[in-house]
């Protein structure tokens, strides 16, 4: 009996323990790529682990009887680097046949690593999910997006569209779905525009709209002053913004025909069917906060607002608007041949119309910016 119950022990159990592995390894190889997922969110560890751990359990680690680590960076092998996740499980398996020579039960261990890397980075992003020419570039100019790519969520057949005679030269494009592009595009740092792609998360979901004051303030004189401007704003003449968080209500953000509008370290939030409407003639200067909560980000449209009307951006060839132009359920049409200092424009809008003669760039950390991912490979690594 002794050798039949080792035989059994050594038979089954061995190929039972080999099972387990293999779902340990499993476990793990799915828990980090989760982690992975997670942290290039701009999650912090608890969350990374949280999220990596259950999705451990959920594909058969079992937590009562094992233990799970998360390191980022990894404390071992070829990938020690920040945007990586290494994931360690380990199971106490209890023993069948084989505790009648040994008590202590068999440990199994899986480790699995996982990256994440940025494919390019977006200027031009439209989060809409399914319309065609989310991404419209149109006219007979030519816009230029140095070192950063234009992303489309839609899944239409012509989700990134040019059309006109205009060219558009950018990094790379994009799309969940397809493209539309004739000869009018010109890629830099890929070969044919990148179609079927996972779609981009908003970047901006994070941010908390403002607290909206109670009172309205007044639009006379040359110089506004931050809070809320009831029934929109319309902006004449030579007129300056001081720095702060500036609410429009219940009516446009206006900006006259030959109007000089200033002003830096401003946010303008959009509110209960407020719109964007520049004059061609207009010259407007203005540039977002480069630190506190709304950093280098210059309009914000309200996301619960999801009327038809277009946010319209126009302006004479000086001027500036540098910042994000921010707009999750409304509409972009920017038509003006000018973008913000250094070419720090963002524009991130649930559709994008371009027609214009800019040119936008790529790194803008010097202004608050942050850099918006055109899309993200995360892959199992070890």
């Known amino acids: 009996m002794p050798l039949v119950v080792a035989g059994a022990a050594f038979g089954v159990e061995t190929s039972f323990w080999y099972y387990r592995d293999m779902q340990l390894q499993a476990a793990a190889d799915a828990a980090a790529y989760a982690g992975a997922l997670e942290k290039r969110a701009g999650s912090n560890q608890e969350a990374v682990k949280q999220a990596a751990t259950n999705v451990a359990v959920t594909n058969g680690f079992r937590q009562a009887i094992g233990t799970a680590d998360l390191n980022s960076p990894p404390s071992s092998g070829a990938h020690i680097t920040s945007k990586a996740v290494e994931v360690l499980l380990a199971e ?44 419209l570039f149109s006219g007979s100019s030519t816009s230029k997006f140095l070192g950063c790519s234009v992303m489309a969520n839609s899944l239409a057949t012509d989700a990134v569209t040019v059309q006109g005679t205009g060219k558009l030269e950018t990094s790379c494009i994009y799309s969940v779905g397809g493209v539309s592009l004739g000869d009018g595009a010109v890629l830099n740092d890929c070969k044919s525009a990148q179609i079927g792609v996972p779609p981009v998360g908003d970047p901006y979901a994070d941010v908390e709209p403002p607290a909206i004051p109670e009172t309205c303030q007044s639009d006379s004189g040359p110089t506004l002053q931050p809070g809320k401007y009831c029934g929109g704003l319309t902006l004449k003449g030579t007129m300056t913004l001081d720095p702060g968080v500036y609410v429009i209500s219940g009516g446009d953000f206006k900006v006259n025909a030959n109007a000089n509008i200033s002003g830096s370290g401003v946010m303008i939030y959009l509110t209960d069917g407020a719109r964007v409407s520049m004059n061609g003639t207009a010259t407007v200067k203005l540039s977002a906060a480069t630190t506190g909560d709304y950093s280098g980000l210059l309009f914000f449209g309200d996301r619960t607002d999801t009327g038809s009307t277009k946010n319209n951006f126009n302006g004479t060839a000086d001027s500036e608007l540098t910042g994000a132009l ?57």
């Not at 913000?340 to 803008?364: P, R, Y």
């Open 92 to 135: 106490n398996t209890p023993r069948f046949f084989s505790s009648f020579f040994v008590k202590t039960p068999v440990v199994i261990r899986a480790r699995a690593v996982a990256t994440y890397e940025d494919a390019g980075s977006a200027c031009i992003l439209a989060l809409h999910k399914s319309t065609p020419k989310a991404a």
């Open 326 to 382: 921010y707009f999750a359920s409304q509409d972009i049409q920017f038509l003006g041949n000018f973008s913000g200092i250094d070419g720090c424009t963002q524009v991130v809008g649930l559709t994008v119309e371009w027609t214009g003669n800019a040119s936008v760039s790529k790194d803008c950390t010097a202004h608050g910016m942050k850099a918006i991912p055109a899309t993200q490979l995360v892959k199992l690594v070890e």
